[in-house]
């Protein structure tokens, strides 16, 4: 058939046919009567007595006998380490558990629930906040933190938070500056070193004054001794650059 060449389309927006319209006002009375007012109560909550907490139930022989555990471990040893622990094969547990007790360090598996009450209520309760997930505390009867950071190292699985040594809490970077330090021998060489260092500097330098004076008070004897007979003086010792 026959098209036509134009078409004109119209193109435009669709007539409101819906205003705005401000409601009645017998209807505006009507909502108003009906609508719903919730019942006062009959005694004011104030008069109400309070409310009493029902009774917490008493925590069983278990866990008590955990809870004691916990408490040991922090009373019988130097070093706790707080780690989080996560999943690893059984064999990697058991290789690290035999790496860690060559040095005498033990792994202790302890839940949340346990270590929490324990902790709060003790001088150690800043560690409580890194009781958040599944941990593990490496303790020792000894500081040995840079032989447990050396067995950690290659255990990506365990992740060290922080630790208490010494009944002193560090951070883990408080724990790796720990282990720079030299041993208790070494140090105690070094600082008796440094105090019997200053005696001997001190006796020297009470001394120097006097030895000066006496070379002096020699001196001055060959000088009158040599202008009473006429010979020439004796020239005086050589002294010690020190004793200037």
């Known amino acids: ?28 009375k009507l909502l108003a009567v009906t ?5 006062r109560p009959a005694v004011p909550p104030r008069c109400r007595p309070p409310r009493t907490e029902a009774p917490k139930e008493e925590d069983n022989g278990y866990v008590r006998l955990l809870r004691r555990q916990v408490e040991e471990v922090f009373r019988d040893n130097r070093m706790i380490a707080v780690c989080q ?30 270590a929490r ?11 409580v906040p890194l009781f958040v997930a599944r941990n593990i505390l490496l303790v020792s009867r000894e500081a040995k933190a840079k032989e447990m ?9 365990v992740n060290l938070l922080g630790a208490c040594i010494d009944d002193t809490i560090l951070s883990r970077q408080g724990v790796e500056n720990f282990a720079k ?22 006796s020297s330098l009470l001394q120097r004054g006097s030895a000066h004076l006496a070379a002096l008070l020699d001196q001055h004897i060959r000088q009158l001794q040599a202008g009473e007979t006429g010979s ?5 010792p050589a002294q010690s650059s020190g004793a200037h």
């Open 85 to 114: 622990y996560n999943s690893m094969p059984d064999e990697d547990v058991v290789l690290m558990k035999h790496y860690l007790r060559k040095h005498n360090i033990e792994v202790k598996f302890v839940l949340n629930e346990i």
């Open 35 to 39: 609508e719903y007012l919730a019942p």
């Open 232 to 236: 020439p003086a004796e020239p005086a």
């Open 181 to 202: 330090l030299p041993s208790l021998e070494a140090a105690q060489g070094q600082t008796v070193g440094a105090i019997a260092l200053l005696p001997s500097q001190t």
């Open 149 to 157: 950071l050396r067995v950690l190292k290659g255990v990506p699985q």
């Open 1 to 28: 058939g026959w098209l036509p060449a134009l078409r004109f389309v119209r193109r435009g927006s669709k007539a409101v046919t819906r205003h705005w319209k401000a409601m009645h006002f017998q209807r505006q």
């Open 117 to 127: 009450p324990v902790l709060s209520q003790s001088k150690y309760k800043n560690l």
